[in-house]
């Protein structure tokens, strides 16, 4: 039996592309992330669109679809690929953004849960995020309409599909009905 050995964000940078897969580092593992589906991906983009009108205006800084891996930690290496994620102006290097990981921790995260998604996986990843400096992580939940934001400190906000979630000091001013993340119309 071998021992498996550690992989760091710089060899899975290099290594050939599989066609339809894509892999997150877990504790210097990898993890193949599986495809969405239309449902999901829709959601993904309803859940873009709506910061990314709005960060421009307000100079906040820029918003990220689906694919962007960010390094969270190193030794052993933690690459994660949030669904959606925002970086904040202050953190951008001059304005401009690196051809590969970003080597820092996006300030919002968010996942859409997909049916095949494990409780205690979306948990370990909202850590991580968490750990590694992000100020929100947002869970959506589509079968319920609901999203979690989980912050700094074990703090964690429900929003129901009624409610209204707003970007705080992250993104000031900005405000969605919760209901409206899964409308499918």
Not at 12 to 36: C, D, H, Q, S, Y
Not at 50 to 67: C, N
Not at 98 to 127: C, F, H, M, N, T
Request: net charge negative; charged share 30%.
């Amino acid at each position: 039996m071998g021992v498996k050995q550690r992989v760091t964000a710089e060899e899975l940078w290099t290594m050939p592309e599989v066609p339809g897969k894509r892999f997150e580092i877990v504790n210097g593992k990898l993890r193949e992330v599986p495809g969405a589906g239309a449902v999901h991906s829709w959601i993904v983009g309803t859940v873009y669109r709506l910061p990314f009108d709005f960060v421009p205006r307000r100079k906040l800084g820029r918003v990220f679809p689906d694919g962007v891996s960010y390094v969270m930690r190193r030794d052993p290496d933690q690459l994660r690929i949030p669904d959606v994620s925002f970086v904040a102006t202050q953190h951008l290097s001059d304005r401009s953004m690196p051809e590969g990981y970003w080597l820092q921790a996006p300030d919002l995260a968010i996942e859409v849960v997909s049916p095949e998604d494990r409780a205690a996986e979306l948990d370990e990843k909202a850590i991580d995020y968490l750990e590694a400096g992000v100020q929100q992580v947002w869970i959506l939940w589509p079968h319920r309409q609901a999203v979690s934001v989980r912050m700094p400190r074990n703090v964690t906000k429900e929003f129901g599909p009624d409610d209204e979630l707003d970007g705080g000091d992250l993104l000031p001013g900005f405000r969605v009905r919760v209901g409206d993340l899964f409308d499918l119309e």
